[in-house]
């Protein structure tokens, strides 16, 4: 491919990216940030856990998201009572042609909104591992395979204990990023009001391009340049979790992969075949942050996840060679 090609290639995913994060903002005032992040996130091929307080958008998100692309879309009630064949499928005996056959679960969709996932059993929880990790199922010993782009969408409450169980870490190394919505300001929640108080905008989005668009964008951003200056940044920030005192538990090969995926993903969404610094400075928090354990000693001291890795980050040197 030649260096026009790739920047045609950078320019037709930033325009594209910002017709769909456009298309979304029309349902979601106010959180652009959120927008980007969860973009990022399809682009990066990952999957995203949306936590926080119950009535701020985290259904309506997804499903905006499923809406702006012309794609298939599952949604998953997540119960205490909810049984893995509910999310995956089952195989049932056929009559009238005297055979098995397998009907497909909600997680055969481009788009799957896991809503209050927290609220399932681990064993139905961990019925979804396979497809996260590896785009397939398999069910009485035949594996299917998932259609591609493919994305788990879960929502959690933070605030619900009772009958609620905790993701394991196993589970949330899984999702590429976790996120919050939050509240929105003053003059967003107004508009809230106004544009959705006697109308349900969502019904009326449009996609705005294909879940083929949406494959070739995520090819287009595997093909982002990093260089080798870039990925040992990310291997010293690796090791550097891994040996701070105030964490537990440093990010696994599968988080640094996953910060550099979504790191060129964020360089394509504007404009650029190379990924810089910032890429991955502006990323690390929601990629990284759910994957950290802190130990117990930080906590007494109001140390988090979070803030212990910007610590680690404002003392990593910045690579200055960046094409």
């Not at 998100?61 to 499928?89: E, M, N, W, Y």
């Not at 759910?290 to 109001?302: D, F, K, N």
Request: charged share 20%; proline share 5%; net charge negative.
């Amino acid at each position: 491919m030649t260096s026009q090609q790739v920047d045609e290639q950078a320019a037709t995913f930033a325009e594209l990216f910002s017709a769909i994060a456009g298309n979304i903002g029309r349902v979601i005032q106010g959180k652009d940030d959120v927008i980007e992040l969860m973009l990022l996130c399809l682009m990066a091929e990952g999957h995203l856990l949306i936590e926080d307080v119950p009535g701020v958008g985290k259904t309506t998100l997804a499903k905006a998201l499923a809406r702006s692309i012309h794609c298939s879309f599952g949604r998953i009630q997540f119960t205490p009572d909810l049984l893995p064949s509910d999310v995956v499928g089952i195989t049932v005996w056929n009559r009238e042609k005297s055979a098995f056959e397998f009907r497909h679960g909600p997680v055969f969709a481009n788009i799957m909104l896991g809503d209050e996932i927290n609220r399932a059993s681990p064993k139905t929880q961990s019925a979804l591992l396979e497809s996260m990790a590896e785009e397939q199922v398999t069910v009485d010993g035949t594996t299917y395979g998932l259609s591609s782009p493919f994305m788990v969408i879960a929502t959690q409450n933070p605030i619900e204990h009772e009958g609620t169980y905790p993701l394991p870490e196993s589970q949330l190394d899984r999702f590429l990023m976790r996120l919050g919505v939050g509240y929105p300001g003053r003059s967003d929640e107004l508009d809230v009001l106004e544009t959705h108080g006697d109308h349900n905008t969502l019904i009326d989005l449009t996609p705005v391009v294909t879940a083929r668009d949406v494959t070739a964008m995520m090819a287009a951003a595997r093909s982002i340049h990093i260089k080798k200056s870039l990925q040992l940044y990310l291997v010293d920030l690796a090791e550097a979790t891994r040996n701070n005192r105030q964490l537990a538990l440093g990010m696994s090969p599968r988080a640094t992969l996953s910060l550099q995926r979504a790191s060129k993903a964020r360089a394509a969404s504007h404009g650029r075949d190379f990924v810089i610094p910032d890429d991955i400075k502006a990323l690390a928090e929601p990629v990284l942050a759910h994957r950290l354990i802190v130990t117990p000693e930080a906590q007494l001291q109001g140390i988090d996840a979070a803030s212990a890795l910007q610590s680690i980050l404002g003392g990593l040197p910045v690579p200055r060679d960046l094409q």
